[in-house]
């Protein structure tokens, strides 16, 4: 299958600064990613759908201020937390998908914890 | 909007033992659906898929699903489980035609005892 490269894995940051993730389709284009959290022992939850050169879609209740997404080219997707606070720990997972195919890839997951 | 239930939180089966796990959705229209590995510190693999036709799905490493419209379920199932199977189970579902990604179910942790 295809492989999606997520980057970091594990980052701690101090509460207050932003972490970028970044999510790499490797060896096809990425028309769309979406980008999920998942919380311990519960569902991944997804949190924006975006498409190459456009603004995300962000889901109900989560905040486009704070997660900033970019979908600049077909091969990356970036998510900032802005300004992250202990509660934004998490775990988050991209996953891309190229053209109008149904099957999308996974990354490995980035494990955010902010002190 | 679509829901899936995945009700076995964990799992402990031993090697060699039949495995099924359960999977139901919520949605009134036509669904695709998926069941989704991750084993540990691993991303997430597609172990199988329903678009449309067979109702029983055969997918990698053994594994099958079948869906049931009527119960509106896609179980998971394996005839005798490995310890390497020992992972964490997603079902999940997107309505066929739709831009928008899959709804996953709350996962369900497989150990298998050597």
């Known amino acids: 299958g295809a492989v999606v490269s997520q980057h970091p894995s594990r980052v701690i940051c101090k509460s207050g600064t932003s972490v970028k993730i970044e999510c790499r389709s490797l060896?096809?284009?990425?028309?769309?990613m979406f980008w999920y959290r998942q919380f311990p022992k519960q569902s991944l939850m997804l949190m924006a759908t975006?498409?190459?050169?456009?603004?995300?879609?962000?889901e109900q209740g989560v905040e486009k201020d704070k997660f900033l997404i970019n979908h600049a080219s077909l091969t990356l997707s970036t998510l900032t937390v802005t300004s992250a606070h202990p509660e934004d720990s998490s775990f988050y997972i991209c996953?891309?998908?190229?053209?109008?195919?149904?099957?999308?890839?996974f990354g490995q997951g980035t494990r955010l914890t902010v002190v | 909007a679509q829901s899936v239930s995945q009700h076995n939180h964990h799992v402990i089966l031993s090697e060699a033992a039949s495995l099924e796990l359960g999977c139901n959705y919520s949605?009134?229209?036509?669904?695709?659906l998926f069941w989704y590995v991750q084993y540990p510190g691993q991303h997430l693999q597609l172990l199988l898929k329903?678009?449309?036709?067979?109702?029983l799905v055969k997918g990698i490493k053994g594994f099958e699903a079948e869906f049931i419209k009527s119960k509106f379920s896609f179980n998971l199932r394996k005839p005798s489980v490995q310890w390497s199977d020992t992972a964490e189970y997603f079902c999940?579902?997107?309505?066929?035609?739709?831009?928008?990604?899959?709804?996953f179910g709350s996962g369900t942790q497989l150990t298998v005892l050597p």
């Open positions: 949605y009134g229209g036509t669904v695709n």
């Open positions: 060896d096809f284009q990425a028309t769309t």
């Open positions: 999940a579902v997107n309505a066929q035609g739709s831009a928008r990604q899959l709804t």
């Open positions: 996953s891309a998908r190229q053209g109008a195919r149904t099957e999308a890839f």
């Open positions: 329903y678009f449309s036709g067979d109702p």
């Open positions: 975006s498409n190459e050169g456009s603004k995300a879609t962000y």
